[in-house]
C-alpha cells in the first residue's frame, strides 16, 4: 500500500509562510501528535520556507514546493525546495548565528530546524535552488506503556 502523501506548491511571499505551516499540521494531525510535536513541526517549516522567501529569492518572488508523506513507524517526512539562487556553502550556511540576509536575520533557521526534527538534511546547487528534508518521528500514545 502506497503511503500517504500531499504536494503543494505557493508563491515565496511571507504571506504564504503561516498558510505552509497550518497545511503541514493538518496532514502531520493524522499520526495524532502531541502539542508539543505539531508546535515543533509547525516552527520547523515556518523556518524553511522563510528561508526561501528570504533566501533563495531576495530580489523577486518564486515557487516553494512542500511536500509531506507519512513513513512507516509514525514519521513524518516533509521536503520544502525552491529554484532560487542556492546555498554556496551549506555547512557555513547551517552554523548558528550565520546569515546572508542582513542585520535584521538572527541566522538559527536550520538549527531551529535540527532541534525541533529528528533529521535534516540540506541540498543545494548555486543557481539551481536549495532542498531540505525533515523528518520527525511522532510519538504514539501507547509507546509509553
Known amino acids: 500500500m502506497e503511503n500517504n502523501k500531499f504536494a503543494l506548491k505557493i508563491t515565496s511571499r511571507s504571506c504564504n509562510e503561516s498558510f505552509a505551516r497550518v497545511t503541514v499540521a493538518a496532514f502531520a494531525a493524522a499520526l495524532d501528535p502531541t502539542v508539543e510535536e505539531i508546535a515543533d513541526i509547525k516552527t520547523a517549516v515556518s523556518e524553511a520556507v522563510t528561508n526561501c522567501s528570504v533566501h533563495a529569492y531576495p530580489n523577486s518572488i518564486g515557487l516553494v514546493y512542500i511536500s509531506g508523506e507519512i513513513l512507516k513507524d509514525n514519521v513524518i517526512k516533509i521536503k520544502i525546495r525552491d529554484k532560487g539562487c542556492g ?20 541566522g538559527l ?24 528534508t525533515m523528518k520527525k518521528r511522532i510519538s504514539r500514545k501507547d509507546d509509553a506503556r
Open 109 to 132: 533557521g536550520f538549527a531551529v530546524m535540527e532541534s525541533m526534527m529528528d533529521s535534516v538534511r540540506v541540498i543545494s546547487k548555486k543557481g539551481k535552488g536549495t532542498s531540505v
Open 87 to 106: 546555498i554556496e556553502d551549506i555547512e557555513q550556511a547551517m552554523q548558528p548565528l550565520f546569515t546572508t540576509g542582513g542585520e535584521e536575520r538572527a
